[in-house]
């Protein structure tokens, strides 16, 4: 029996809107955002973020809890004055290879929250760090107080189909309705909200930047900044001032009926004289121009016009009707992590592991995680969503090239922790790391078979320069091509053997497909075949094999049964090259799931894992692996992928599952063939427990 499949197309509205969000009262762990991919502020039940204490972030110091009541862009960084001695130089260091010394921006073993680092090493690891850009709430005018958590009570319903919230509340006893959005195009939030006359006012609130690992607001430090307010026609101007130069600025767009009042040095109050406010809060860089006057009702208007379009653009994937009663979640984690992976990971920068909600690691993006948060846009017939932030590796090209240029290798070798200038951060594992190595080539091939041919003029020097590397890097041997240490695999736990790990199954295979593919862009370039690429992809050394299965790396300690399973990866996130023994994976996969250290996954594991059972043609083992209740494989209702009290969110979880989706549900190269295999959706169960409905969907290679 096989996957049901109609060719009805999908009602995507009713779609949508079965998995619409309602919240009553506070969920802590759960909050609601609305944002456009470079600018994303997260609500609490108010519609504002008047209650950022109840959304707590624990910090991994220990220090007091950041929140998730976010406010943040792409572009808005911010660095602390550099101390003596912070340079990346005064950091490298030779590590013994095959061709001899080859230096590594190091550091010693670091604590999560970098806690203990001397002052330098600190400051270039925390600098620069993404920008709280301010806070905004609601106080009662009965002496312009904040009103505690007790005095709050409502409804919230965030409509995915037009990207609004809406907030039904009573505060201290008085009835708000509040409207809130994001302006699809540019920076900007609108407020419609009717209140009682005379009862209640909002403020806003600014901070400092921050070096805390998940903060992005300091508080405590007032005189390192400075807050001016201007009148403005259809408004009021602020201008921030960080550190003695203008940062950037805020156009609040509003009307008479909305008095302005700078109460504090970064405090401002903004009173109304009747019983509606229409407020439209506009973040820019400093020098940037002002663009049309903004209202509310316009903000409101132009996200219910951008999200259907959204919406009924690209893929769809619709489990209504399926038997198994576990298909209702999965259809909702894919609903969800649309709009979640829309609002925070398509921007003009690749972004941070909690996207635009709450910094981590600073706000600093890691570029291995990249092709988790993105190549699921093209997938799902998105590309234009991933072409946002392409042309940001083409801006640090130079940088990637000067990496590799130092450490004596051609191409471009790319960073691995960083904020929009690509430096990179001195660790002990970030520069050791290989498998963000092949991703700009795997999402440029994405978006080449999403249907953008131009993409070859566009990102070919990206693929070439990153295949110049990768052929470099590999060591010869008597049995083929090495990748040997310094190095850390996709498996970081055993970062302190650095220098003595070596062949990895995942980047082996990773390193065949990568350069395969490549030297197919040369064809599409017009260029012949290199011939070197291809002897070192043909050539690669067979991963190693111990008691019938796969061993992490080909060197003790072999394999170490916690953190990601990756080498489960060489056949699932890499395609079938014929370089993984179907069977041999199998066994490896069996020898996982039976005995793996599972507090200590991350949940981009598990999409990842089940790629690698569908490949196989283990399609129920698939869905049990995406629907695994396991505590880093958690959903909150906002959609987002829980990990930790001090990683709330995690983004590369969301890509990851609809990565695998699209796999699982719109096939891949060569999937036809598996016997008995239903060619409209080769990753589920082949049988009436699954009604498998999709549209718009690019089979994976």
Known sequence: MRTQHSVRRIDRRA???????????????????????????????????????????????????????????????????????????AFRRPYSTARGPVPYVDAPPLSRDDSGLDPALLWLRSNPHRLHLYRIGWVLTDGFRQPHSGEITGHQRLDLWTGTARSQVRLAGHPLT????????????????????????????????????????????????????????????????????????LRLWHGPELTVRQVAEHRLLLVPSGSTIELVVEVLPIAAPVGRPLTASGVLTASARHWPGFWRSGGALDLHGSDDPRAGELERRAVLSQYLTAIHCAGSTPPAETGLMVNSWRGRFHLEMHYWHAAHFPLWGRPQLLERSMPWYHRILDVARGIASAQGYAGA?????????????????????????????????????????????RHGELVLATAELMADLVEAGPDGYALGPPLIPAQECDADQRELLRDPPFELAYWRWGLEVANRWRGHLGLPVDPRWAEVSAWMRPAHVRDGVYAAVGAPPWTTRRDHPSHLYALGVVPDTGYVDRATMLRTLKDVLADWDWESTWGWDYPAMA?????????????????????????????????????????PGNGALLTALALMAGGWDGADGMDGTDSSAPGFPQNRSWVVRHEGLVPSP
């Open 15 to 89: 779609l949508v809107e079965r998995h619409c969000v309602e919240v009553d009262g506070s969920d802590p762990r759960s909050p609601l955002s609305v944002g456009n991919g470079e600018h994303c502020l997260t609500l609490d039940v108010t519609g504002t973020q008047t209650l950022p204490e109840c959304y707590p972030v624990a910090d991994p110091a220990g220090g007091p809890d950041g929140t998730l009541l976010g406010t943040f862009t792409q572009w808005a960084w911010h660095s602390t004055p550099r101390p003596p001695g912070a340079e990346l130089d």
């Open 178 to 249: 509040v409207r809130t959005a994001c302006h699809p195009v540019r920076d900007a939030v609108g407020w419609v909200a009717d209140v009682p006359a005379g009862a209640v006012a909002l403020e806003l609130e600014f901070p400092y930047g921050s070096e805390a690992w998940s903060g992005g607001a300091d508080w405590a430090s007032p005189e390192r900044h400075r807050t001016r307010v201007r009148s403005r026609a259809r408004g009021t101007e602020v201008v921030r001032t960080l550190d003695g130069a203008d940062h950037h600025r």
């Open 413 to 457: 070798r790319w960073p691995k922790q960083v904020a929009p200038d690509g430096r990179e951060s001195p660790s002990n594992i970030g520069p050791f790391l290989l498998w963000q190595q092949p991703h700009p080539i795997h999402l440029a091939e994405l978006l080449y078979r999403a249907g953008s041919p131009e993409v070859v003029e």
């Open 611 to 651: 790629m690698t059972a569908a490949r196989l043609g283990e399609q129920g083992l698939a869905v049990d692996l995406l629907l695994a209740d396991r505590p880093k494989n958690a959903y909150l209702p906002n959609g987002h992928n829980w990990q930790t009290d001090s990683l709330p969110a995690y983004l």
